[in-house]
C-alpha cells in the first residue's frame, strides 16, 4: 500500500453514521472521494490496488473495484493500464505554483463564523429576519383561520374530479395569468359581494399577498423611489417595499382610517400608495366613503396606483361590509389584491390581483419570472370549489364562528386584563388590537408570554415611529372560546 495513503483516515470516513444508510460501494466512494476533495489524497498520488484496499478494509475486491469504476466516471482518478489507479492532477491546485498557492491561502484571516460574502441587497433581506409565518395554531398568533372544521371531504371529492376533467393538463404548466376558470370564479364573486368591477381577463392567480406586493414594488416603482404607506401599517408589505430598496413614506391613520389630508399634503413626489381600507391593519378602521373617494382622485391627479389590500374583508361583524375602493374608481388607477389564505387556509398558498387592463401583461410577465404559474390543480379545484358555492356557504358558516370568539376575546380581555390593556373591538377581521397601560411594557410582556408558550404579536412594530404605549395584537380566529378563556388566564399568570 502507498506510504502517502491514509487508512485509518480512510475507515473513520467509511464509519461516519451519515453514511450508514448508503451501500458499501458508496461509502467507500463517497469516503474516498472525501479525502481527495480535503486534500489527504493529493493530485497525482497512487491508490492502492483494488485486492490490497478491499483486504484492509474486509470487504470484496468487487466492492472497492464499483468504488474505483465510480470515481473514475465523476473524474477524480484516472486510472492506467499496467500502472494503477491515480488521483487525477485536476484535482485542486495543479503540482505548478502548488506552494505559492498555499501560501497566499495561509496568509487569509480566517473567517468568521457564520460569515458570508453577500450583495448589500443580501445584506440587508438577512438583517431583516425575514417574515415568520405560523405553522400551528398558537394562542394568539395573528391572521390564521379556523381550519379544524374546513370541508375537506368537499374539497378532495372537486380536486377528484378536476383531475378526471382535466388530466393531463392539470400536469402541465399553466398560463401564468391563472386558469381561466379560477379567474372567472373570482371576477364574478367580487362583482356579487365587494362590489368590485371586475372581467376575468383583468384578474392574476399569485400564490400570496406578499407577492402580489412584491410585483407591486417590481413593477410600479423604481429602487430608491419613495412609496406611500399607512402607519402602523402591515409589516408583510413593508418588508416587500424594502426587498424592493423602495423608500417608504408614512401616512398616519385615524379612526376613519388614512389620512388623506396628509396624502394630499405628501411632498415625497410617491406616486403609488399600499392602504387597507375595508379594515385598516392593524387599528381595523374603516376607510370612510369619502376618503375612498379622494383616493381615487389624488390617484388620478398623480397619474400613480392605488393597491388596495382586501386581505380579511369577508369577515365583517356589524352590517354589511363597506364596498372595496376598486369599485368606485372610476379613473381605474386601483390595484386590488385578495387572498384565499384567510377565507379558506393558509397551506392553500393562493392569491389574486385584480388589475387595470393596463398592467395585466407586464404583471403577468413579471409573475412569469418569478414562478411561472400557481399549480394547475389547486387552481381548478378552488374554481369549482366557488362555482358549486361552497366558498359562499364556507364564509358565511365563518362569519358566525368568529362572531363570537370576537365577543369571546373582548369578554376574556375585560375580565382579566382591563386594568393592563384597553381591547379595541373591531368591526371585522380575525384580530383584536390591545393597547396597554403606561407603566406596563411591551417587549418584558412579550418575554414573558413566551416564557408560558404564548405568542404575543407586538404593535410597536407596525408603526414607522414607534408609539409611547406600545399594545398587543391578539388572533382569535383560531381559537375556541374555552381556548381563548384559558389563554388569556395562563397569560395573565405570566406577566402578573
Known amino acids: ?28 466512494q463517497r469516503a474516498l472521494r472525501q479525502l481527495i476533495l480535503d486534500g489527504v489524497l493529493a493530485p497525482g498520488s497512487r491508490l492502492p490496488a483494488t485486492r490490497t484496499l478491499a483486504q484492509s478494509l474486509s470487504v470484496s475486491r468487487d466492492t472497492v473495484e464499483m468504488a474505483y469504476v465510480q470515481l473514475q466516471l465523476d473524474g477524480y482518478i484516472v486510472r492506467r493500464e499496467g500502472s494503477g489507479s491515480f488521483v487525477s492532477e485536476k484535482i485542486g491546485p495543479s503540482l505548478r505554483g502548488t506552494r505559492t ?10 473567517r468568521a463564523d ?87 381577463d383583468q384578474v392574476l392567480v399569485l400564490s400570496s399577498t406578499r407577492q402580489a406586493l412584491f410585483l407591486c414594488a417590481q413593477v410600479l416603482v423604481d429602487a430608491g423611489k419613495p412609496i406611500l404607506m399607512e402607519d402602523p401599517g402591515y409589516f408583510g408589505a413593508r418588508k416587500a417595499f424594502e426587498l424592493a430598496q423602495l423608500k417608504i413614506v408614512p401616512v398616519p391613520v385615524d379612526e376613519k382610517g ?48 392605488i393597491i388596495e389590500d382586501d386581505y380579511d374583508s369577508q369577515f365583517h361583524y356589524e352590517g354589511l361590509p363597506t364596498a372595496c375602493v376598486q369599485g368606485v374608481d372610476k379613473y381605474n388607477r386601483t390595484i386590488y389584491l385578495g387572498t384565499f389564505s384567510k377565507s379558506l387556509f393558509p397551506g392553500l398558498r393562493m392569491g389574486y390581483m385584480v388589475l387595470p387592463q393596463e398592467l395585466v401583461k407586464p404583471m403577468s410577465y413579471a409573475r412569469s419570472i418569478l414562478d411561472g404559474h400557481t399549480p394547475q390543480l389547486a387552481q381548478l379545484t378552488l374554481a369549482r370549489f366557488i362555482e358549486d358555492g361552497h366558498f359562499g356557504a364556507h364564509i ?34 380575525l384580530n383584536m388590537p390591545c393597547v396597554l397601560a403606561e407603566g406596563w411594557s411591551e417587549p418584558e410582556t412579550i418575554r414573558q408570554a413566551a416564557r408560558a408558550g404564548i405568542l404575543l404579536p407586538g404593535l410597536s412594530r ?35
Do not use: C
Not at 368568529?402 to 375580565?415: G, I, L, P
Open 1 to 28: 500500500m502507498p506510504h502517502n495513503f491514509e487508512l485509518d483516515t480512510l475507515k473513520i470516513r467509511i464509519a461516519d453514521p451519515k453514511l450508514a444508510p448508503l451501500e458499501l460501494r458508496v461509502r467507500v
Open 101 to 110: 498557492r498555499k501560501a497566499n491561502l495561509a496568509g487569509l484571516p480566517p
Open 114 to 200: 457564520g460569515a458570508v460574502a453577500l450583495s448589500a441587497r443580501g445584506a440587508d433581506i438577512l438583517a431583516s429576519g425575514g417574515v415568520a409565518d405560523q405553522q400551528e395554531v398558537r394562542a394568539f398568533a395573528t391572521g390564521l383561520p379556523e381550519t379544524r372544521t374546513f370541508p375537506m371531504n368537499i374539497w378532495e371529492r372537486l380536486q377528484r374530479q378536476a383531475l378526471k376533467d382535466y388530466r393531463p393538463s392539470a400536469l402541465l404548466h399553466g398560463d401564468p395569468q391563472g386558469a381561466e376558470p379560477l379567474r372567472q370564479a373570482i371576477a364574478g364573486y367580487l362583482n356579487l359581494e365587494r362590489g368590485a368591477k371586475v372581467t376575468a
Open 258 to 305: 388614512l389620512r388623506t389630508d396628509r396624502l394630499y399634503a405628501d411632498t415625497s413626489g410617491a406616486s403609488t400608495l399600499y392602504v387597507t381600507p375595508s379594515h385598516q391593519y392593524p387599528t381595523g378602521a374603516t376607510l370612510a366613503l369619502e376618503r375612498r373617494l379622494e383616493l381615487t382622485a389624488w390617484a388620478a391627479e398623480r397619474q400613480g396606483w
Open 396 to 429: 358565511r358558516a365563518m362569519r358566525k364562528i368568529y362572531a363570537v370568539r370576537r365577543e369571546a376575546m373582548a369578554d376574556a380581555v375585560e375580565r382579566h386584563l382591563s386594568p393592563i390593556v384597553t381591547a379595541r373591538l373591531p368591526p371585522g377581521g
Open 462 to 496: 407596525l408603526y414607522a415611529t414607534p408609539p409611547a404605549v406600545g399594545g398587543w395584537l391578539l388572533g382569535f380566529a383560531a381559537l375556541t372560546p374555552h381556548e381563548i378563556e384559558t389563554a388569556i388566564q395562563r397569560l395573565v399568570k405570566a406577566i402578573t
